[in-house]
């Protein structure tokens, strides 16, 4: 009540205003009136009226108080104060706000990445009420996994989809799933199969002809039809609505287009989805295993699930609910047991993905964070420097009565304006720049990496992050320098203030010297951290990885989406090898089903005679001369032969490494070993070790099989030419075209594989080079500022040094010295923490030694380096001062 | 400073609002005639300080005892006149009887020999 009329109040101000000016009038009036018809002369009346009166401003005043919040007018008065402070120091304003607007401003930009990538609900309507779901299994496992393995199977989501009590509908969908759109130039494309109430959940209806309906999923290839996105058909179909009815060619099955999907919409994974099909469909589909029966097996792990949680339904609800169905699950399989991770839905959100982007993003956000805490460092140390400059005001406010507590609440409002500002600038400077800076990232990832769709719009997460950021940013940097500025020991303070000859820097210098420290650590733990990063970088370029890399031209081709049988995918690929053996310059062609350090890997169990454990071993089938094109010496033994790698004989070859591993101090040639679920293999060759599988390991079990009928689909092509990229790329895509133009042929160096190597480091390295940069210009404005701080506080001193007899020199080494003492503390305590640092770094990106001499000695002696200049520069001008001048100083 | 004025008004103030209730329990006021009546009915004992009574009229109109509205005074000046509310009513009555009860102990303790 009280509150509401207040608030009333506050809009008519003005309103109350005239009223109370009017009522006091009256009350004077009438007084004035009584007095003179008493018989008091007119004037006499009018000023005795007053004087009895009182202060009527007063009054009105305390009426006014009344009316109106007094903490709300004390900020709005304290901000007012503040901004005209600010407003009289431009020079100091601008560096704090600068410092401040970069540090927020590169912290909301990895926010905002971050929010995109995993925070933000997904692009559909009423978002909040669809959460994912995702199990994870412990105990006794025999699964497969065509994904990942938080993944369910098809009966086990028909089981949560007929029996839950919390969903309004459950969906299903294998995301990734690639196909090739034949037509006049096929193209590879990334879509989903999904249950058939897929749009329906997700509250998506095409703005063309129709989503599924049940029937289209009644049975197994029930229903050849498909909805495309909305670009897809802009691009590839100019958007022509005639398409609808009308059937295109997905990986050679004819699917009839049904539907369009609204603008926008590219499904729920970060990779857009450009088409959907049923999951009925899923076996014409399937380029990798097919004529595999996915939807009657219970496990495999292939189908993401989604629900839409029913009115008033909690999280806790969805989860107690569907654990009654995984407990029924398990009990059909003794010794295991299952547990359900339910989130709302986000891009990236199944626990694998999630793992990952939260450490990255972590180990990102500290970064930045420390960059922040740099910018903090500096402002509170400009803060300190000025709060000196205005002892006088804060003595005088002090000691005429303001507490304490006032004087620091301005303060504060004062570094919470500073903020505000930094923070407002550098979130729009954000906003502006990293939706840029993110699309170029993803414009340049390496060859074969999905192109992936961020919304990088800031929403309310982004906008609260900056703010509560901007926050703490003020109350951190403005905290101790105004507790410092109004601590009780005046008396001290004014002291030190007019002293300056006991060699301290004055007033605050503990607290400067910390700061200064404080800035150098953390921007050495980025340096040496860019340094590292950048030193790993380069020996990827040069490092020699045991097989030769240049001039080899590497080609895959789709024919397991093709539908190609084994017979037809060894006929292409021999004549493939025949066609492009022919062309100029060629002088080797061999095949592997995985080209050297390519992202493609392929493990399994072998097994020693005798032995009843498999041993998990990581393994290649190539033809022979894959070694010989390859430069990788067979030190022992002899390469495959034509007619073994024709009939996927039982031989097989092992690297050093292996033989070493397995059969220590014996000749492994003859030796046996089996591919578990397999005949025994005998080994005929051993080859010399190489960085095979990971750039940078050399050490490693690896074995090769001869490639046989069954991986004729999907076998890469290599080819060594003396004559240059350019042709030998150009003769593989003709021949490709002259044995079957449906087929999508991707070509590329050899090199190019090194890419998916160098890529994250380089990233992180581009990251942590600009930051550190940002830091050491932040830092060495801190140090630069403190010590030029340090010598106008003392000139003084100075002044009477050198009319004692000390010269320039003298000066220069006592205010360098004093200068460069918390630097050197900071840069050991960086040093130190680097250390810590690049031992995480090594285990998470390639090419870190950690203990990498360059970067250790290099960086800080260039950070030192850059610290002397800093203070060399203010130092020199003290040393120039004429000692009269400086005598009569202030 | 300000804080020892205040609390030395407090004492002040009870009583005042009270007196303010009072007087408007016949009826709406204007502020001069509030400080008028009060004055008059006490035999010209208590002078009401301006600068106290409109701190109390705001506060207790703030408080919802009593109601304004501009209005005409009786030689046709626009003026505010303030009445009771019925909570002002209410409090008038409680108020009345505290002070019925503590003048009545106050007398006593003071007439004891």
Redesign the interface.
């Known amino acids: 009540?009280?509150m509401w009329?207040?608030v009333k109040a506050l809009f008519r101000r003005k309103q109350l205003e005239r009223?109370l000016d009017?009522?006091?009038a009256?009350?004077l009036?009438?007084?004035e009136?009584k007095k003179r018809a008493r018989g008091v002369a007119t004037e006499e009346a009018r000023y005795a009226t007053r004087r009895?009166?009182?202060?009527a401003t007063?009054?009105?005043e305390?009426?006014r108080e009344?009316?109106s919040f007094v903490g709300l007018e004390t900020l709005w008065r304290d901000l007012r104060y503040g901004a005209r402070t600010l407003g009289k120091n431009p020079g100091f304003t601008a560096a704090a706000v600068l410092a401040i607007a970069l540090g927020i401003g590169v912290n909301t930009g990895i926010f905002s990445v971050l929010n995109a990538a995993a925070l933000r609900l997904l692009p559909i309507p009423a978002a909040s009420q669809v959460v994912s779901v995702d199990q994870m299994f412990h105990g006794k496992i025999h699964r497969n996994v065509h994904g990942e393995g938080s993944l369910f199977s098809y009966p086990e989501y028909q089981e949560y989809r007929d029996h839950n009590h919390v969903f309004t509908g459950l969906l299903a969908y294998e995301p990734f799933v690639q196909v090739t759109m034949g037509g006049a130039s096929p193209q590879q494309l990334f879509g989903a199969v999904t249950s058939c109430n897929y749009f329906g959940v997700l509250g998506v209806q095409p703005v063309l002809g129709r989503g599924f309906v049940d029937g289209d999923c009644s049975a197994a290839g029930a229903n050849a039809v498909v909805v495309l996105s909305q670009d897809l058909w802009r691009t590839t179909f100019n958007a022509d609505p005639a398409l609808i009815g009308k059937s295109v060619l997905l990986n050679r099955s004819e699917f009839t287009v049904v539907g369009i999907a609204p603008a926008g919409f590219g499904g729920t994974e970060p990779v857009p989805s450009a088409f959907w099909a049923p999951l009925t469909m899923q076996h014409a589909l399937d380029g990798l295993e097919p004529g595999r029966d996915f939807l009657g097996d219970g496990d495999t792990s292939w189908l993401a699930l989604l629900g839409r949680v029913q009115n008033g339904v909690s999280l806790g609800e969805v989860r107690a609910d569907l654990g009654v169905i995984a407990g029924r699950i398990d009990h059909e399989h003794p010794g295991r047991s299952t547990t359900l991770a339910i989130h709302t839905a986000t891009f990236l959100g199944r626990p694998a993905e999630r793992t990952f982007v939260f450490t990255i993003g972590g180990v990102i956000l500290v970064a930045v964070g420390l960059v922040l805490l740099i910018a903090c460092a500096n402002v509170a140390n400009l803060l300190l420097a000025r709060a000196s400059a205005r002892q006088k005001e804060i003595a005088i406010r002090l000691s005429i009565?303001a507490s304490r507590w006032q004087i620091v609440r301005q303060l504060l409002t004062e570094s919470l304006l500073i903020a505000l500002l930094g923070g407002v600038a550098g979130s729009l400077l954000a906003f502006w720049s990293f939706e840029a800076i993110t699309q170029f990232v993803l414009a340049h990832l390496p060859h074969g990496f999905p192109q992936l769709a961020l919304n990088m719009s800031p929403d309310y997460r982004v906008l609260g992050y900056s703010l509560g950021l901007t926050v703490m940013t003020g109350i951190v940097f403005g905290l101790a320098p105004a507790l410092h500025a109004t601590r009780p020991d005046r008396s001290t303070a004014i002291k030190e203030d007019s002293g300056g000859l006991t060699g301290k820097t004055g007033g605050g210098g503990f607290l400067r010297n910390t700061l200064v420290g404080l800035q150098v650590a953390v921007c050495m733990i980025l340096l040496i951290a860019a340094g590292l990063l950048m030193r790993g970088l380069y020996s990827a370029r040069t490092i020699d990885p045991g097989f030769e890399m240049a001039n080899v031209t590497q080609a895959s081709f789709d024919l397991g989406s093709q539908g190609y049988s084994e017979e037809r995918a060894s006929a292409f690929q021999r004549s493939m090898m025949e066609g492009v053996a022919a062309l100029p310059g060629v002088d080797a062609v061999a095949e592997g089903s995985a080209t050297p350090l390519s992202d493609n890997h392929s493990e399994t169990s072998f097994q020693l005679p005798g032995e009843t454990e498999g041993r998990q071993m990581e393994y290649n089938e190539v033809t022979p001369g894959y070694f010989n094109l390859l430069g990788i010496p067979i030190v022992r033994g002899r390469d495959f032969t034509a007619a073994e790698a024709r009939a996927s004989a039982a031989e097989i070859i092992v690297t050093e490494f292996t033989a070493r591993t397995l059969w220590p101090g014996q000749e492994a040639v003859g030796k046996v070993l089996r591919k578990i679920g397999d005949a025994d293999r005998i080994v005929v060759g051993v080859v010399k070790d190489a960085q095979v599988s990971h750039l940078g390991e050399t050490e490693k079990v690896y074995v090769y099989l001869p490639s046989g009928p069954k991986e004729q689909a999907h076998m890469v092509l290599l080819v060594h030419s003396v004559g240059g990229y350019e042709g030998v790329a150009s003769g593989i895509r003709e021949a490709t075209r002259a044995l079957d133009p449906q087929v999508v042929v991707d070509v590329t160096r050899l090199e190019d594989n090194l890419e998916t190597w160098r890529t994250p480091s380089r990233i992180v390295a581009a990251l942590s080079g600009a930051l550190g940069t940002l830091a050491l210009l932040l830092a060495s404005i801190g140090v630069y500022g403190v010590v030029s701080f340090g010598v106008s506080r003392r000139i003084h001193e100075i002044g009477i040094r050198m009319t004692l007899g000390a010269d320039g020199k003298d000066v220069m080494k006592l205010l360098l010295r004093q200068a460069m003492q918390p630097v050197m503390i900071g840069a050991a305590v960086g040093v130190a923490g680097c250390a810590a640092v690049s031992q995480i770094l090594s285990k998470v990106l390639y090419g870190i030694g950690s203990h990498d001499p360059i970067a250790f000695v290099g960086v800080p002696v260039f950070l030192l380096g850059i610290a002397l200049l800093a203070s060399y520069i203010p130092a020199r001008r003290a040393t120039r001062v004429d000692p009269v001048v400086a005598l009569r100083y202030e | 400073m300000g804080e020892r004025m205040e609390k030395q008004g407090d004492l002040v103030q009870g009583t005042l609002d009270m007196l303010v209730l009072k007087a408007l329990a016949r009826g709406a006021k204007h502020g001069y005639a509030v400080a008028e009546w009060i004055h008059e009915s006490s035999n010209d004992v208590l002078q009401v300080e301006e600068g106290a009574l409109y701190p109390a009229l705001h506060r207790l109109e703030l408080r919802g005892l009593l109601s304004a509205e501009w209005g005409s005074s009786e030689n046709n000046r626009r003026a505010k006149f303030y009445a009771l509310t019925a909570a002002g009513r209410k409090e008038l009555a409680q108020e009345a009887e505290y002070w019925r009860r503590m003048s009545g102990a106050i007398a006593r303790v003071m007439q004891t020999a």
Not at chain 1, 52 to 55: A, K, L, Q
């Open positions: 009540m009280k009329a207040r009223d009017e009522e006091v009256f009350h009036a009438m007084r009136e009895e009166f009182g202060n007063r009054v009105k305390i009426c009344t009316w009565g």
